[in-house]
């Protein structure tokens, strides 16, 4: 099929699930945010099963053909993670700056990093259980992590970030062996941090994905539209240099940053999960609008090369919202797939 359509991660969860103001008042968790939740621990992973079934049903009835679990066991893309590693003290914080320039109490690097055991391998074969459709799960990345956490054991940043980089490795390829179609890579700390991300990200990123053998993405952002309101003019600061790693897919977004898709051509041979839905705007857009948007890629990719999906995470939109912006993502595909006669 062409120009397939996918969620980037999350969908929004339900608010009798989350305290959804409690979310939205805060920079997403980097350590755990129990408190968050509605539910009692005795019956919050039977919620979250429920919650995720409805967000599978969601994106089936909206008409995606890529289906991700919502994220919707998790705190935050990132908490979830890289709090369940060996090495990291969750119960004495540290501090780290947030890309908006914020302190925020993060993970603590006390010792080498290992991963302890599978931590997404479970919500996988939930989703693969609960769908017969592909299906996308996401991890976040090395570098990301490492920026997220205060280091107190390596010599370097560098050094944590290759840590965590076989630990993601490990984590992808027990999801691929769980069923995973598509594994996708966050890392919007390479858009916001690209000197850094020149030195050492990259190669981080690289040795997640060594020996891997399926269908990878990496998905680098602005920050979700609902805490980081400006995009920076001149569009992505680390973004070429994607060239440079091993995945298959680059996610990006295009819509509420309105960026130059000659951009695009600087990434021949990599698939662009292409960004078509403006998370900062409420109103649902039109078919149309999405079929706008994409058409504004094709100069410059082929449109086997193209998936379409949202710029960012619908975590922090309104459950209306985000299936009406979801199913005219999905519509808005549809127009242009008949166009180009696919």
């Known amino acids: 099929m062409l120009l397939p359509t ?15 103001a409690k979310l939205a008042g805060r920079f997403p968790p980097r350590t755990r945010a129990k408190e968050l939740w509605r539910i009692s621990e005795e019956y919050l992973a039977e919620a979250q099963d429920d919650a ?25 893309y990132s908490n979830r993670f890289a709090t369940a590693l060996e090495g990291i003290d969750i119960d004495n914080p540290g ?18 990093i290992k991963r302890k055991h599978a931590v997404e391998v479970e919500d996988l074969k939930f989703l693969r259980a609960h769908t017969d459709r592909m299906i996308k799960i ?22 944590a970030a290759m840590a965590y980089a076989g630990a993601v490795n490990e984590e992808i390829k027990d999801l691929f062996a769980a069923g995973a179609d598509v594994v996708q890579i966050d890392e919007p700390y390479m858009q916001a941090r690209p000197e850094d991300a020149e030195v050492y990200g990259l ?4 040795i ?12 680098i952002c602005f920050g979700y539209a609902a805490i980081i309101h400006e995009r920076p003019k001149g569009g992505y600061s680390f973004l070429p240099q994607l060239n440079g790693c091993s995945c298959n897919q680059i996610s990006l977004e295009t819509a509420q940053s309105n960026l130059d898709c000659s951009v695009l051509s600087e990434l021949k041979g ?35 090369d193209i998936v379409v999906a949202p710029d960012c995470g ?4 309104p459950r209306d919202t985000a299936f009406g912006k979801m199913k005219a993502m999905a519509d808005g595909a549809k127009i242009v797939r008949e166009e180009l006669g696919g």
């Open 52 to 76: 995720t079934r409805l967000a599978i049903k969601a994106q089936e009835d909206a008409g995606l053909d890529i289906i991700t679990d919502g994220e919707i066991r998790r705190e935050s």
């Open 6 to 20: 996918s969620l980037v991660g999350s969908y929004c969860q339900p608010e009798w699930l989350i305290d959804r």
């Open 203 to 206: 190669e981080a990123l690289n």
């Open 314 to 317: 619908l975590k922090y939109l």
């Open 138 to 159: 996401t991890v976040p990345g090395p570098f990301t992590m490492s920026q997220q956490a205060q280091n107190d054991f390596y010599k370097t940043d560098a050094e």
């Open 208 to 219: 997640a994905l060594d020996g891997v053998t399926g269908k990878t993405a990496v998905h």
């Open 270 to 304: 990599k698939t662009i999960i292409l960004g078509v839905v403006d998370l900062s705007d409420p109103e649902v857009e039109t078919p149309e609008k999405i079929a706008e948007r994409i058409r504004r890629a094709l100069p410059y990719m082929d449109a086997k």
């Open 95 to 112: 501090v780290a700056l947030d890309r908006s320039g914020h302190e925020n109490p993060v993970p603590r690097i006390v010792g080498p």
